[in-house]
């Protein structure tokens, strides 16, 4: 340990951040000796409470006799207090049912797996889009929706499936619409923007002059979504869930979370690069560096897809978080994602 602590004000550490995460109170030295059985009389508590609060590991309320965890504290007990969690059954299970159903949409994944986050934690949580420098696409069909309207199927090469509405004069016939389709896999299936042939797409047009502008609309589609590829495309839920904690009560505490909480430059920010791609990251308090959410943690992991793409997932709680349960769920979620997209990448299909 960065702090030599004997065994004794371990434990009065661990009674305290322990109590204050189940109930935001002030702990006192009568409510330890109650409670945690230590063993030791109260005075003997106040003791080791007054040398706990030197070192800058708790602190006092003002308007309070007991103590609460400081950013300090909590990052002792973070780094070499907290014992690993087993997920229970009941948890396991909702996992798997919340973000194995239809996988192949990537949007819906990472909606579901947000919302199941911020379920299990009761906290708000972000996932982000896997992104990737080099995307391509995998395929393209077009299929009609009425006598005025196409929609273009587009599949990426990591399985993720957007579509684009396109608006046409004539609308091809279903079987023209298939043949179409082919030839605009012929050139866009497998290659970056940079690796199109104009040649090839002016052939396309030169083929089919009565949908040209149809077929213009096709091209600019598949060019935005490819070129588009790096943003960073943010799903969030629960981010109401804060509120219900008695420490963002205060009204303009809770506004200036929620305005932090719209910036999505400032939240992908937060959530990290993408180094450290298996290892599961904890921002306690101030350590984040962004004023507005200096009461809150922030616990934050990527997931993998492939060799070059990766997501993004974080989950914001206060500082009281109960960090213990949240790393086990994380991680669990983790392992789900990294499973489901190496199977979503992965050639041979969809298949658990």
Not at 6 to 19: M, P, S, V, Y
Not at 184 to 190: C, K, L, R
Not at 289 to 312: F, H, P, T, W
Request: aromatic share 6%; hydrophobic share 40%.
């Amino acid at each position: 340990m960065e702090l030599l602590l004997n065994e004794r004000k371990i434990k009065i550490l661990e009674a305290i951040i322990t109590d204050y995460i189940a109930t935001a109170e002030p702990i006192g030295s009568r409510t330890i000796a109650k409670k945690y059985n230590l063993g030791i009389s109260p005075a003997t508590i106040r003791n080791e409470m007054s040398d706990l609060e030197e070192l800058g590991l708790i602190e006092q309320p003002h308007t309070s006799a007991g103590r609460v965890p400081s950013d300090k504290g909590y990052r002792m007990y973070v780094d070499n207090m907290m014992h690993s969690r087993d997920l229970t059954d009941e948890e396991i299970n909702f996992i798997k049912n919340a973000i194995s159903f239809n996988v192949g949409q990537i949007d819906y994944l990472m909606q579901q797996t947000a919302k199941a986050l911020s379920m299990l934690t009761n906290y708000t949580t972000i996932v982000t889009e896997p992104t990737g420098s080099s995307l391509k696409l995998k395929h393209i069909q077009l299929v009609p929706i009425d006598s005025k309207s196409v929609v273009a199927v587009m599949i990426t090469d990591d399985k993720a499936v957007k579509n684009k509405v396109l608006t046409a004069e004539t609308v091809p016939t279903p079987d023209i619409l298939n043949a179409l389709s082919l030839d605009i896999n012929a050139v866009v299936s497998g290659r970056t923007t940079d690796e199109m042939s104009k040649e090839k797409i002016s052939s396309v047009l030169n083929k089919y002059p009565l949908y040209s502008s149809l077929i213009t609309d096709v091209f600019k589609a598949v060019i935005s979504l490819l070129q588009n590829s790096k943003d960073v495309h943010m799903y969030t839920s629960g981010m109401r869930n804060l509120l219900g904690f008695p420490e963002f009560s205060n009204a303009e505490k809770a506004q200036n979370i929620f305005k932090a909480l719209e910036e999505k430059d400032l939240l992908i920010t937060l959530l990290g690069d993408e180094k450290n791609v298996d290892k599961i990251q904890i921002l306690i308090g101030g350590e984040n560096n962004m004023q507005e959410l200096k009461d809150c943690s922030i616990v934050r992991a990527n997931y993998k897809v492939g060799s070059s793409s990766v997501g993004r997932i974080g989950i914001i709680g206060p500082t009281r978080m109960n960090y213990t349960r949240t790393v086990s769920v994380l991680s669990s979620i983790i392992g789900k994602m990294n499973s489901i997209m190496a199977n979503i990448t992965d050639d041979g299909g969809f298949d658990e």
